[in-house]
């Protein structure tokens, strides 16, 4: 079964480092998405995708962060200057079509980041 | 506003017995409903959806949940819990064109 794919598993950074996670969305999927799971609470919706430019984000997606899909295959995440309340698991999602309508998003594994 | 209410944080069941995960949703058009588990380090994967027809929609695993649009519930459930079933339960509704909003999410707890 394809599979949405994010590296690295767990990144420890520094605070004020940028950091980037990579994944790579299923290949026939048109739309991605971030989202972010900050310990003991609930999975919140970062960013979606679609034909090179983001289509909606959420008020935490803020100028510190950025998406890219900078090949046929990636789409990243980068957080410029990290933050102690960044440290969270981030999730990556495909979808077929848009995923908040009759679409299922297809997950990776995530990528769990902790800022010190 | 959008909004998913899972009101157990935890729940723990006998190996055997029966399931019955709680989600309350508040969304103004037709909802499409979804329900995901997560295991300890792993991501999230769909048990199940709903996007319209018959109310009851059967997933993998063997859970199934029931769409009551007279309660704004998609309570899931499953008839004989097997250990390998704890985990943590997450609601989500699809809120608009892009993005799922879900719920606090329930972990359930197995007892041999």
């Known amino acids: 079964e394809p599979e949405v794919t994010q590296t690295p598993s767990h990144q420890v950074t520094q605070m004020g480092q940028e950091v980037i996670l990579r994944c790579v969305p299923i290949?026939?999927?048109?739309?991605f998405y971030w989202y972010r799971q900050i310990l003991g609470q609930k999975v919140e919706f970062l960013v979606s995708?679609?034909?090179?430019?983001?289509?909606?984000k959420s008020e935490i997606f803020d100028d510190q962060f950025s998406v890219e899909r900078p090949d046929g295959s990636n789409f990243t995440l980068k957080i410029r200057s990290t933050k102690l309340e960044d440290s969270a698991m981030y999730f990556c999602a495909s979808s077929e079509g848009p995923g908040g309508d009759n679409y299922g998003y297809t997950f990776g594994s995530g990528t769990r980041l902790t800022v010190v | 506003a959008q909004s998913v209410t899972q009101p157990d944080i935890h729940i723990t069941v006998s190996e055997g017995a029966s399931l019955e995960l709680r989600c309350n949703y508040s969304y103004g058009a037709t909802p499409y409903l979804f329900w995901y588990v997560q295991s300890p380090g792993q991501g999230l994967q769909l048990l199940l959806k709903?996007?319209?027809?018959?109310?009851l929609v059967q997933g993998i695993k063997g859970f199934e949940a029931e769409f009551k649009r007279s309660q704004s519930s998609f309570n899931l459930r499953k008839p004989s819990v097997h250990w390998s079933d704890a985990a943590e339960y997450f609601c989500a509704v699809g809120a608009g064109t892009y993005k799922y909003i879900f719920g606090t999410g329930t972990r359930l707890k197995v007892l041999a």
């Open positions: 290949s026939n999927h048109l739309y």
């Open positions: 995708f679609y034909n090179n430019e983001i289509s909606e």
């Open positions: 709903y996007f319209s027809g018959d109310t």
